[in-house]
């Protein structure tokens, strides 16, 4: 079964960036699409992005576009997320999903693996 470990939160100032990585073990991250969910205290669940298993589709959520970068190498078994001009907005725990395809929304059950999700900090 595959699972899913996303790392590189931290803590950063308003303008600087970080790069998220989603690293799969016990199965082949390049079989499945990856999406990049967030959430903020107080908040619901929101998509940020995802891209397609070859990577060759890709979507985000206007509020990241032109500041955000999905990105997958699929011989190291993992996907990135690149995050430039971070805004104290950005602040949230964010996931990592795997599943069969593309999607803003993806449900938790037998067709999606879920990472245990990593905190990003951006102070303003």
């Known amino acids: 079964q595959v699972q899913l470990v996303e790392s590189g939160g931290g803590l950063v100032q308003a303008g600087g960036s970080l790069r998220l990585s989603c690293a799969a073990t016990?199965?082949?991250?390049?079989?499945?699409?990856v999406n990049w969910l967030r959430q903020a205290p107080g908040k619901e669940r929101e998509f940020v992005c995802s891209?397609?298993?070859?990577?060759?589709?890709?979507d985000y959520a206007d509020s990241v576009k032109g500041r955000f970068t999905i990105s997958r190498d699929n011989a190291k078994n993992t996907v990135y997320l690149q995050m430039n001009s971070l805004k104290a907005e950005d602040t949230a725990v964010y996931y990592c999903?795997?599943?069969?395809?593309?999607?803003?929304?993806?449900?938790?059950?037998?067709?999606?693996?879920w990472g245990q999700g990593t905190q990003v900090t951006v102070s303003s």
């Open positions: 999903v795997a599943g069969p395809y593309i999607t803003r929304r993806p449900a938790q059950n037998e067709d999606n693996y």
């Open positions: 891209i397609s298993w070859s990577g060759g589709i890709t």
């Open positions: 016990g199965g082949t991250i390049g079989r499945y699409a």
